[in-house]
């Protein structure tokens, strides 16, 4: 009996360890932090004639975690008509910056938010004419982006 009980004893610390170890494993990369935004530079074009020939407006909406992500509109049109009820009820959640372009015309870059390194994802919604333009694009990985307003279509350009 004295015997296993002095095994036993030599075998606590192992299986803690390995117990710790498979914690440690299971928990993953949340141990480090959910994952960042790349995006270090926007710049936007708007060709001649973009977006029907009209001014183009666009949000780059910052998002700081994953339940806000997830509650947000998956079209510039809806983002757009719920945007003063999204902003106050997700309060400082997300930071929303805010650009008006005519066409034939470019951006200086986009200034960026105060904690843009700790936006989770990033979102650039655009208010355009036709349906080609209206989804929402994610430029959460990118490091620089070049965004080019056409007469029907949105397009996104950039590194990783």
């Known amino acids: 009996m004295k015997w296993q009980s002095a095994r036993l004893a030599n075998v606590w610390p192992i299986v803690r360890l390995l117990v710790c170890s498979g914690l440690l494993f299971a928990a993953g990369c ?9 995006l270090r530079g926007v710049t936007v074009i708007a060709q001649n004639g973009a977006n029907n020939a009209s001014a ?12 806000s992500a997830a509650v947000l509109p998956r079209t510039g049109p809806d983002w757009f008509a719920h945007r003063a009820a999204l902003l106050s009820s997700l309060g400082p959640k997300v930071e929303a910056v805010s650009v008006q372009l005519p066409p034939n015309q470019s951006s200086a870059p986009v200034p960026l938010p105060a904690r843009y390194k700790k936006a989770l994802v990033v979102y650039c919604y655009v208010n355009f004419v036709a349906p080609a333009g209206q989804g929402v694009a994610d430029l959460t990985q990118y490091k620089r982006v070049v965004i080019t307003l056409g007469p029907q279509t949105v397009t996104y350009d950039g590194t990783q």
């Open 56 to 67: 183009t407006a666009l949000d780059f909406v910052y998002v700081y975690d994953a339940t």
């Open 30 to 38: 949340s141990w480090f932090g959910p994952t960042k935004t790349a």
